[in-house]
């Protein structure tokens, strides 16, 4: 019985451990795009750099624009990891400031990541809205 907890507890630590390098890998890659003055102005972004509790905002204005269907997988798993350093953050307060501190700048990367998925979709907006002004009635 104990072996059995200690081989699902190892598998839960490694599946986790696999499920963060993932989602570092998808937000480290979209910080290398450069965000639109059009997205900026819509979302109502001032500061250079995003705050980490501008991704829930992004998120509600993402769902409002259609989109091809292909960031669908990434922005749950962007959310999922945004929810568990917000609970990270939330229980290290008192004891870890470094923690509180790497959280927080985690979580402005996933604002950026989501504002970056905004910009392609409203970017896939004005094309399918071009396509249908183009297109002979």
């Known amino acids: 019985m104990i072996i059995a907890v200690l081989i699902c507890a190892i598998s839960l630590a490694l599946t986790l451990q696999f499920f963060v390098s993932y989602c570092r890998s998808v937000i480290a890659a979209s910080r290398t795009v450069e ?3 059009q997205v900026r102005e819509i979302a109502n972004l001032r500061e250079p750099t995003l705050r ?3 991704f829930r905002r992004l998120v509600q204005l993402l769902r409002l624009c259609p989109g091809r269907g292909n960031d669908g997988g990434n922005l749950r798993a962007v959310g999922a990891y945004y929810a568990m350093l917000h609970g990270l953050r939330a229980v290290v307060r008192p004891l ?4 509180v501190r790497w959280a927080e700048s985690e ?3 996933c604002s950026y990541f989501a504002a970056l998925a905004l910009d392609r979709r409203i970017m896939y907006s004005r094309e399918l809205m071009a396509q249908q002004m183009s297109a002979p009635v």
């Open 96 to 99: 870890a400031p470094a923690i």
């Open 35 to 37: 965000l639109s003055e």
């Open 52 to 54: 980490g509790d501008e």
């Open 107 to 109: 979580r402005e990367s």
